[in-house]
């Protein structure tokens, strides 16, 4: 009995061991070399504006330039036939930019614990070196993003010419033109005869400075007309030899922190300061109910521009709107409390509750209104939206209907961020100010990792539209290797 068992048991193993060596074995998954589809990145020219150059943290710097979007993208293009890209790199990290040792841009900012805050206030005075009259770089650039350029700006002659500045030349530009200092950006580009290209950003400018303006008037948004022939323009000639490129939607920019972050009832009040502000806006209001009696108003609009402070830690504060009834001829100012539905630009975070003159009862946003340039009413949100979608509209159809151009929906990754945001590599990134992670202590632009996301989006949409497999060939970029912020002691 015993030996039946044990030849029994010498069975049983001998299955199970033929079953084992039988059990197909998983195969390795195999990556694709990378190849470059039917692009051509031999000589990569990046036009735009702050995105493309870099900027951050309110500065162009050359850690910053450093982790631009087209930087980032020239060094995974290197590994498909890419060739060298040169940037017009600032003198240090500072920041800032100098005319003949004159400032006429302020270094970066950095975090100081509680709030962004300039870098001169964290580390004492700096000297800014990058001066556009003493030590300008030579080119050719392949990186020909200018900050603040706007559609139009980038075929303009003139643009980067020192004659010109500061009424018709941009200090970046100047940077850049070398002995060409007439030459437009696009000429720049066209010169060198780039086989790819990205165009991005191109529009934001011709909305964003109406935006942190609040409106004012200042300025203005560039027209449909001329945003239409500017971009035509600029896509027509940088693909006429055949060079295939990348462009970019408009993102709406009041989604970003720099017109979110400030509440628009931050004011704290005891209920004595409350009844002393009261006192002072009693005349205002008794004006609003005779305009009611005179019927210049409907008691509707005399509610809404009613000024009731209350004892509370969150009262709204008191605004300019050139859109309510001019009610001047009678001595009324425009004076409204400000509502959720309003947008304060950053800038108002440090502003509100200030003095003026030195005047402790003259108190911005508080016994004096707000002026224009602080807010974003509604109505002046919608004329950015409006034209934020005619810019989107001819930027889709002119890459519809060019078959060597691809579009990457800019507005639909912003719109994301800042909604329910975008995991990367494990990290998830919002729009939200400091702690989103992708957006810089300017509220505005990019950090280097929220650069790098943007990056990712470029090779993915390339993958798509011309062939190449950056992605599944594992050739993305991580989001480890780049930071959310820089540090002050960076120099």
């Given at each position: 009995?015993?030996?039946?068992?044990i030849?029994?048991?010498?069975?049983?193993?001998?299955?199970?061991?033929c079953?084992?060596?039988?059990?197909?074995?998983?195969e390795?998954?195999?990556?694709?070399?990378?190849?470059?589809?039917?692009?051509?990145?031999s000589?990569?020219?990046?036009?735009?504006?702050?995105?493309?150059?870099?900027?951050?943290?309110?500065?162009?710097?050359?850690?910053?330039?450093?982790?631009?979007?087209?930087?980032?993208?020239?060094?995974k293009?290197?590994?498909?036939?890419?060739?060298?890209?040169?940037?017009?790199?600032?003198?240090?990290?500072?920041?800032?930019?100098?005319?003949?040792?004159?400032?006429?841009?302020?270094?970066?900012l950095?975090f100081?614990?509680?709030?962004?805050?300039?870098?001169?206030?964290?580390?004492?005075p700096?000297?800014?070196?990058?001066?556009?009259?003493?030590?300008?770089?030579?080119?050719?650039?392949?990186?020909?993003?200018?900050?603040?350029?706007?559609?139009?700006?980038?075929?303009?002659?003139g643009?980067?010419?020192?004659?010109?500045?500061?009424?018709?030349?941009?200090?970046?530009?100047?940077?850049?033109?070398?002995g060409?200092?007439?030459?437009?950006?696009?000429?720049?580009?066209?010169?060198?005869?780039?086989?790819?290209?990205?165009?991005s950003?191109?529009?934001?400018?011709?909305?964003l400075?109406?935006?942190?303006?609040?409106?004012?008037g200042?300025?203005?948004?560039?027209?449909?007309?001329?945003?239409?022939?500017?971009?035509?323009?600029?896509?027509?000639?940088?693909t006429?030899?055949?060079?295939?490129?990348?462009?970019?939607?408009?993102?709406?920019?009041?989604?970003l922190?720099?017109?979110?972050?400030?509440?628009?009832?931050?004011?704290?009040?005891?209920?004595?300061?409350?009844?002393?502000?009261?006192?002072?806006?009693?005349?205002?209001?008794?004006?609003?109910?005779?305009?009611?009696?005179?019927?210049?108003?409907?008691?509707?609009?005399?509610?809404?521009r009613?000024?009731?402070?209350m004892?509370?830690?969150?009262?709204?504060?008191?605004?300019?709107?050139?859109?309510?009834?001019?009610?001047?001829?009678?001595?009324?100012?425009?004076?409204?409390?400000?509502t959720?539905?309003?947008?304060?630009?950053?800038?108002?975070?440090?502003?509100?509750?200030?003095?003026?003159?030195?005047?402790?009862?003259?108190?911005?946003?508080?016994?004096?209104?707000?002026?224009?340039?602080?807010?974003?009413?509604?109505?002046?949100?919608?004329?950015?939206?409006?034209?934020t979608?005619?810019?989107?509209?001819?930027?889709?159809?002119?890459?519809?209907a060019?078959e060597?151009?691809?579009?990457?929906?800019?507005?639909?990754?912003?719109?994301?961020?800042?909604?329910?945001?975008?995991?990367?590599?494990?990290?998830?990134?919002?729009?939200?100010?400091v702690t989103?992670?992708?957006?810089?202590?300017?509220?505005?632009?990019?950090?280097?990792?929220?650069?790098?996301l943007?990056a990712?989006?470029?090779?993915?949409?390339?993958?798509?539209?011309?062939?190449?497999?950056?992605?599944?060939?594992?050739?993305?970029?991580?989001?480890?290797?780049y930071?959310?912020?820089?540090?002050?002691?960076?120099?």
């Open positions: 009995m015993k030996i039946k068992y030849w029994l048991l010498v069975i049983l193993v001998g299955f199970f061991s079953d084992d060596l039988e059990s197909p074995i998983p390795q998954e195999v990556i694709p070399e990378l190849t470059s589809g039917t692009a051509d990145f000589n990569y020219v990046a036009l735009g504006a702050s995105f493309t150059a870099g900027f951050t943290d309110n500065a162009l710097f050359k850690a910053s330039q450093q982790n631009s979007f087209p930087n980032m993208l020239a060094s293009f290197a590994l498909a036939g890419g060739g060298d890209f040169t940037q017009p790199l600032m003198n240090d990290n500072f920041g800032g930019l100098a005319a003949n040792g004159n400032r006429i841009t302020d270094p970066r950095v100081n614990g509680s709030a962004p805050a300039g870098l001169e206030t964290v580390i004492g700096v000297t800014v070196s990058t001066d556009i009259v003493l030590n300008n770089p030579t080119g050719p650039f392949n990186n020909l993003g200018v900050p603040g350029a706007k559609s139009f700006h980038l075929v303009a002659e643009f980067g010419n020192l004659q010109n500045f500061p009424t018709a030349a941009n200090p970046y530009a100047i940077r850049i033109t070398g060409a200092s007439n030459a437009s950006i696009l000429d720049l580009a066209l010169e060198q005869n780039p086989t790819f290209f990205t165009l950003e191109i529009g934001g400018n011709d909305v400075g109406y935006a942190i303006s609040g409106g004012d200042t300025n203005t948004i560039t027209d449909a007309t001329t945003f239409n022939n500017a971009f035509g323009f600029l896509v027509s000639e940088l006429k030899n055949g060079a295939k490129g990348v462009v970019t939607t408009v993102p709406y920019i009041t989604d922190a720099h017109f979110t972050t400030v509440p628009h009832n931050p004011v704290p009040l005891n209920e004595a300061s409350a009844n002393q502000i009261n006192n002072g806006y009693a005349q205002y209001n008794g004006g609003l109910a005779t305009m009611v009696t005179l019927g210049q108003i409907t008691q509707e609009e005399a509610d809404k009613t000024i009731q402070f004892a509370s830690a969150t009262n709204a504060v008191v605004i300019e709107d050139e859109n309510l009834t001019d009610l001047s001829t009678f001595g009324i100012p425009s004076y409204r409390h400000a959720a539905e309003d947008l304060l630009v950053l800038p108002a975070l440090n502003f509100i509750g200030t003095a003026v003159n030195n005047d402790p009862t003259k108190l911005n946003g508080i016994t004096v209104p707000l002026k224009d340039k602080w807010v974003l009413t509604p109505e002046e949100q919608m004329e950015i939206s409006t034209a979608d005619t810019f989107n509209a001819t930027i889709t159809s002119v890459a519809n060019n060597n151009v691809a579009l990457l929906d800019l507005n639909a990754i912003l719109t994301e961020l800042a909604s329910t945001g975008i995991m990367f590599d494990g990290y998830s990134l919002k729009s939200s100010l989103g992670g992708a957006i810089s202590l300017d509220g505005i632009h990019l950090t280097a990792r929220g650069y790098a943007m990712n989006k470029f090779l993915e949409i390339i993958d798509s539209e011309f062939g190449s497999n950056f992605k599944v060939s594992g050739n993305l970029l991580k989001a480890s290797n930071q959310t912020n820089y540090t002050p002691a960076l120099q």
